[in-house]
């Protein structure tokens, strides 16, 4: 049960921590509104507190009764005088649809003679605002909707408090009621994610800019304009995303020279393969050989080293230059695979060839990313939250503030881990003695809804430590950038040391370009790694 106030208190404590810590980032007038806030009556705070945490944006005016408010008619008077709160009057027929059960929405049309339509509740409020406009006040009495006025305010605070995008004040709710457990790590009074007000206004430019991308906005031309004309402060990986996607809707509708516009102004991957691609669909096979080859010297990720092979090796017979490559860089030998037949089950490809393997005497189970992600955040656990200058900021952290640069910052400490791992009981004492201390917190790298104690021991019982180093090594430097491509199954016979990985791909499905990459990694540090290649019996000979 949480404290009386609860949501007030934690308002005031992001409120605080944001002034000291980047209130020189806030205009004026952002500063002038959080006093107006404070010289708010108490429950109209409270109030306010409890609507930035509620799902809206308008709310019944029926559901807004808290203990620590009391009749809520007073409190929102407060925050609607003060511009805090749009009140009924500024709420249109559309800001009422989620407001409305379908129940009380028949109960309003037969009230009016109308009958009830088989529709759905849009259709239904269409209909009522259609043959009967002067219901609208009546509703808005009956339903009393309030929002809050200024939402964009409150994220700002909220992105600048958390350090991104992602969280809100949800957070404190979520750890309050301990649903969610965070480690214990120093903060550093110092940290704090935004130099500059221009990262921060950057950072929700390109995000508003993603959202209506995401949410079909079809005016390309002004999304186009303002993505490429913004001047990354921060995040830059968010504003080429952006440009990618940009470049994918106009790709699709046959606009290149726009598409190519926005890919160039990104070049994050995959712009460079689609510009490829859309010179040589246009027949311009010269440009199109010459950014491969441009890429092939220095590919920006597994994804572009397998797309260059596959393109250069399509023009080998028509350009010289694709064939002097492919001769001078041989394609690494054929990843080992295993051919199965299954009878259709209805089950997932996965599930059924971890069956099928089990019929042959092995035990395992389904690991892909969650199983070398983990291994990677329970080794590594102490350099994770370790003290580092401006790693830490807030209570709420799942990773520090520098995981793009881990392994740089800390390079003393993760050579240090890597070279005892091949220690008599260090991975017992990594993997499973900090799993067994820190279950359930939030580690991002950790996911303890898939990984069983049982699953673990079983792997430091077999992996050999040499071969958990080499993984470890080439996640450290940049830890995010290996979020896909393990293995699907993790397989081990029960009664010996042997073990294999084995990735699943059923009927039409080809391998990723970081599915090779490990797959040719584990083979080379002498793993058992294969494709599994499902082919379903029909009962047909």
Not at 184 to 201: H, I, K, N, Q
Not at 413 to 431: F, N
Request: aromatic share 8%; proline share 8%.
């Amino acid at each position: 049960m949480l404290e009386r106030g609860y949501c007030l208190a934690n308002l005031e404590t992001l409120l605080a921590e944001v002034e000291r810590r980047s209130g020189d980032l806030l205009h004026p007038p952002e500063r002038d509104r959080l006093e107006a806030f404070r010289a708010l009556p108490l429950p109209a705070r409270h109030l306010l507190a409890r609507m930035l945490t509620r799902k809206g944006p308008w709310l019944r005016g029926d559901t807004l009764a808290y203990p620590e408010v009391g009749e809520p008619g007073p409190a929102l008077a407060h925050l609607v005088a003060a511009g805090f709160c749009l009140g009924p009057d500024q709420a249109d027929g559309d800001a009422l649809l989620p407001l409305l059960t379908r129940a009380e929405l028949a109960t309003q049309l037969r009230g009016l003679g109308v009958s009830f339509p088989r529709a759905t509740r849009r259709e239904s409020l269409a209909l009522l605002l259609r043959e009967h406009p002067e219901a609208l006040p009546d509703l808005r009495a009956s339903l009393a909707p309030h929002r809050v006025a200024e939402p964009e305010f409150w994220r700002l605070l909220e992105v600048l408090f958390f350090g991104n995008l992602e969280q809100d004040l949800s957070s404190f709710v979520v750890a309050d009621l301990g649903h969610l457990r965070y480690p214990d790590y120093p903060l550093d009074p110092s940290a704090r994610r935004f130099g500059t007000r221009a990262e921060v206004d950057f950072l929700r430019s390109v995000q508003a800019l993603r959202e209506a991308l995401e949410a079909g906005n079809l005016d390309l031309d002004a999304l186009t304009a303002q993505a490429l004309a913004l001047r990354p402060a921060h995040s830059q990986r968010r504003h080429q995303g952006l440009l990618n996607g940009l470049g994918r809707a106009w790709e699709r509708l046959g606009r290149f020279p726009e598409a190519l516009a926005c890919f160039e102004a990104s070049g994050r991957p995959p712009a460079r393969e689609r510009r490829v691609r859309i010179h040589a669909a246009q027949g311009d096979l010269a440009t199109a050989c010459a950014l491969a080859l441009e890429m092939a010297q220095s590919p920006l990720d597994l994804g572009e080293a397998r797309f260059v092979r596959v393109f250069l090796h399509k023009q080998r017979k028509e350009r010289l230059e694709a064939l002097l490559w492919l001769e001078a860089n041989p394609a690494p030998p054929p990843v080992p695979e295993l051919r199965l037949v299954l009878e259709p089950r209805g089950l997932p490809v996965e599930e059924a060839v971890l069956e099928s393997a089990r019929g042959q005497g092995w035990e395992g189970f389904f690991a892909e990313n969650h199983l070398w992600r983990a291994l990677f955040g329970l080794v590594f656990w102490d350099e994770l939250f370790a003290d580092v200058p401006g790693a830490f900021q807030h209570r709420y952290q799942t990773a520090p503030l520098d995981l793009d640069r881990f392994q740089e910052a800390r390079r003393e400490r993760v050579a240090a881990r890597l070279a005892g791992l091949e220690a008599p009981g260090a991975l017992e004492r990594l993997v499973l003695g900090n799993a067994h201390h820190h279950r359930g917190e939030a580690c991002s790298f950790v996911s303890w809804k898939h990984l069983e104690p049982a699953h673990l021991e079983a792997v430091v019982r077999r992996i050999p430590p040499a071969v958990l180093r080499s993984v470890l090594s080439t996640l450290a430097p940049s830890p995010r950038a290996f979020d896909s491509g393990f293995p699907d199954l993790f397989l081990y016979r029960p009664e010996s040391s042997a073990w294999a990985l084995w990735e699943v791909k059923g009927p039409g499905d080809s391998l990723r370009p970081e599915q090779s990459f490990w797959l040719e990694r584990f083979g080379a540090l002498g793993c058992e790694a294969r494709v599994a290649r499902v082919t379903y019996w029909d009962g047909l000979f």
